[in-house]
């Protein structure tokens, strides 16, 4: 079905392991003190110190960019059952992207502008972002309309001689809060009387052109991820040269199936590396802690727990590689059931197990002085990132009945 890592990025796996043993886990509680530091004075959109103090580390250590999934001046491609278990490192803990330049919105973005932008495109947005000079955002999904049918979106670009003229709201906009955000991805209609899936277009607008307001920051279960965030943003008559639509008009849905197949499969590599530190976590919890004369390990329900645990985990694991295994051999294109599959498995394998070492820890799992809070909120988000269950189910049982017609 799929091969074993190569040796290059078996590699890279120890070397990962070995950087987070010695870099990442023991600064968890630094980046959350430095941030809420931020979030005293008021402007919780700063740079973390953490992060641009480990970026060389990771540099020097040949871990940056390693989500690369084509060749781009002179960095190797790296196939996506190579880059999962790498992904699954980073998912342990979830502001460790950055430090390596695979996180998101980023990776997606720079895939998206690798894939279809011109050479004049690439050359001022895509090199910066390779360098880690510069952050980007993402903005499809709109307040106003159910953003899950993406034939909904309603923001406007209209042709206006040598520009485009861009009016619209938008929001959960990931990234657009970061400092460093320069350039925004946009999904709108060039044509609302197009064919339904050919309306749309992607264009480029930079963060400090006239008309773009960022208005607010979105808390998820009540983290406001700074500073990166997710942002509400208003495009009122926001000018761009015509040169900034990618691939070209009413091409906004081949971008979006392009761009988020591996952004999806990404996601889901993530929450199999937080499910996996949840049960550890788990399984160190319930053997120290005594309750009723014994240890809770000993307890019967927690055999069950951690039992389907291991086998849920494994399960979503080797659904994901396959998954990534099609996306090299086939194209996406003809793994989107594989794709949707795995999108629907992985969060709600990674929300339950996440679920059961909250209740392990008792109280304390839902404090801030443990991760899981924090984790449960994202892989509970994650269900809705990318397509919600629903629109993924829906997919999967269409091309299921589609194979007996």
Same mark, same amino acid.
């Given at each position: 079905m799929f091969a074993e890592p190569s040796p290059k990025s078996a590699e890279l796996i120890q070397r990962l392991r070995a950087f987070f043993d010695e870099h990442i886990y023991p600064n968890e509680e630094r980046y959350h003190r430095e941030t809420d530091a931020f979030r005293r004075e008021g402007n919780p959109r700063q740079v973390v110190p953490l992060i641009e103090e480990l970026k060389p580390k990771a540099r020097a250590a040949g871990l940056w960019n390693m989500f690369l999934p084509h060749p781009y001046q002179g960095a190797r491609r790296r196939l996506q059952p190579d880059y999962a278990p790498l992904c699954e490192i980073m998912g342990r803990v979830s502001r460790s992207g950055e430090v390596f330049n695979c996180s998101a919105p980023d990776t997606g973005n720079?895939?998206?502008?690798?894939?279809?932008?011109?050479?004049?495109?690439?050359?001022?947005?895509?090199?910066?972002?390779?360098?880690?000079?510069?952050?980007?955002?993402?903005?499809?999904?709109?307040?106003?309309?159910?953003?899950?049918?993406?034939?909904?979106?309603?923001?406007?670009?209209?042709?206006?001689?040598d520009h485009y003229v861009v009016n619209g709201r938008k929001w959960f906009s990931s990234g657009?809060?970061?400092?460093?955000?320069?350039?925004?991805?946009?999904?709108?209609?060039?044509?609302?009387?197009?064919?339904?899936?050919?309306?749309?277009?992607m264009i480029l607008i930079p963060r400090d052109t006239p008309g773009v307001t960022v208005l607010r920051h979105l808390s998820v279960f009540g983290y406001d991820d700074s500073p990166h965030?997710?942002?509400?943003?208003?495009l009122e008559n926001v000018r761009v040269p015509v040169e900034n639509i990618l691939l070209g008009e009413g091409r906004g849905f081949e971008i979006a199936r392009?761009? @988020?197949?591996?952004?999806?499969?990404?996601?889901?590599?993530?929450?199999i590396?937080?499910?996996?530190?949840?049960?550890?976590?788990?399984?160190?919890?319930?053997?120290?802690?005594?309750?009723?004369?014994?240890?809770?390990?000993?307890?019967?329900?927690?055999?069950?727990?951690?039992?389907?645990?291991?086998?849920?985990?494994?399960?979503?694991?080797?659904?994901? @590689?396959?998954?990534?295994?099609?996306?090299?051999?086939?194209?996406?294109?003809?793994?989107?059931?594989?794709?949707?599959?795995?999108?629907?498995?992985?969060?709600?394998?990674?929300?339950?197990?996440?679920?059961?070492?909250?209740?392990?820890?008792?109280?304390?799992?839902?404090?801030?002085?443990?991760?899981?809070?924090?984790?449960?909120?994202?892989?509970?988000?994650?269900?809705?990132?990318?397509?919600?269950?629903?629109?993924h189910r829906n997919a999967i049982a269409k091309l299921e009945l589609a194979k007996h017609r």
């Open positions: 720079m895939e998206t502008l690798e894939r279809y932008a011109t050479d004049a495109q690439k050359q001022e947005w895509l090199v910066p972002l390779l360098a880690g000079e510069i952050r980007s955002a993402f903005l499809m999904t709109e307040p106003a309309v159910a953003s899950s049918d993406a034939t909904n979106i309603q923001c406007s670009i209209r042709r206006d001689g657009a809060g970061s400092p460093r955000c320069k350039i925004f991805i946009v999904m709108g209609k060039t044509d609302p009387d197009a064919p339904r899936h050919a309306q749309q277009s965030g997710h942002m509400e943003v208003a392009g761009r @988020l197949g591996p952004g999806r499969i990404h996601h889901c590599m993530r929450s590396g937080a499910a996996e530190r949840a049960l550890e976590l788990m399984c160190d919890r319930l053997q120290k802690r005594v309750a009723f004369g014994k240890p809770l390990a000993e307890q019967s329900v927690w055999h069950e727990r951690i039992a389907e645990s291991r086998c849920m985990i494994d399960q979503a694991r080797l659904l994901t @590689l396959n998954a990534a295994w099609k996306m090299d051999t086939v194209g996406n294109k003809f793994a989107r059931t594989e794709i949707a599959m795995i999108k629907v498995v992985a969060p709600n394998m990674s929300c339950k197990v996440v679920d059961w070492a909250i209740q392990a820890h008792g109280a304390a799992g839902v404090s801030q002085d443990f991760w899981l809070a924090e984790a449960y909120a994202h892989q509970r988000t994650v269900r809705l990132v990318d397509g919600p269950d629903e629109v």
